[in-house]
């Protein structure tokens, strides 16, 4: 497996200003970290050359477009037929997000519904692709922690902070 770059304490200051105000200008962003334009816009431009930073999309919250049911759907499944399983499942518009898994389940499929009868016809349809054996459905009842990054990447910029400030003060004699 190809190893994937890594942010560094530019990338993380970056990003924690992109999460504060993802509609900044990039000579605000450039200001706001201390870089300049040309080094945000850089950065900017690898991050979308390798998909760094995810869709837009994954930023529309499902009950703005009607459907406020949300579920997670654990799939066993012949392991030979995962292909096409995945395929059928990418045709199921209210499967949002599909994971392979290691242990009592082979998927973790999220899926998103208008109500309960709504959610019921798309665990059917789930339970209906050739090759799912057995499916269980947990219901979303509330969504305790946001998926978030903040809190990583404020640790990068702190931890980039620490180092730099042990690093001079390394060169000092007393």
């Given at each position: 497996m190809a190893s994937r770059a890594t942010a560094d304490a530019i990338d993380a200051r970056l990003l924690s200003a992109l999460a504060e105000d993802p509609r900044a200008a990039t000579v605000t962003l450039a200001h706001r970290i201390g870089v300049s334009r040309n080094t945000?816009?850089?950065?900017?431009?690898?991050w979308d050359g390798s998909a760094v930073l995810a869709s837009f999309e994954r930023r529309v919250e499902p009950d703005f477009l009607g459907y406020p049911l949300?579920?997670?759907?654990?799939?066993?499944?012949k392991q030979r037929l995962l292909p096409?399983?995945?395929a059928a499942l990418g045709k199921v518009p209210e499967v949002v997000e599909v994971h392979g898994l290691s242990g009592v389940a082979d998927l973790l499929i999220q899926v998103v519904a208008r109500d309960v009868d709504d959610l019921y016809r798309v665990a059917g349809q789930i339970l209906g692709i050739k090759?799912?054996?057995?499916t269980t459905t947990a219901l979303v009842m509330r969504e305790l922690v946001d998926y978030r990054l903040t809190p990583l990447i404020r640790r990068m910029t702190d931890d980039a902070g620490h180092a730099a400030v042990d690093s001079a003060s390394s060169g000092v004699t007393h």
């Open positions: 945000v816009q850089a950065r900017l431009a690898r949300r579920a997670f759907v654990l799939t066993n499944l096409e399983v995945s090759g799912v054996k057995r």
